[in-house]
């Protein structure tokens, strides 16, 4: 899950840093994105960590 929210978020990274380095406001939509990327990677988490079994580990699917 987590390899797969990194990267989801790499394609707005360095929007993040350029905002960050210049002291800019970073677009209220990317914030929101990214945050929306990690609630469900941690939602992902939780799912895997209930699994029971090594095939049911492996056969769920994780999406952004």
Do not use: F, P
């Not at 790499?10 to 990317?30: C, K, M, P, S």
């Not at 994105?33 to 699917?61: G, P």
């Amino acid at each position: 899950a987590k390899t797969a929210a990194s990267d989801s978020l790499r394609h707005t990274d360095w929007v993040i840093v350029r905002d960050t380095e210049l002291g800019n406001t970073t677009d209220q939509a990317t914030l929101d994105s990214r945050a929306a990327v990690r609630t469900a990677c941690d939602a992902h988490e939780a799912a895997i960590n209930s699994k029971t079994t090594k095939a049911s580990v492996m056969s769920y699917l994780i999406t952004y």
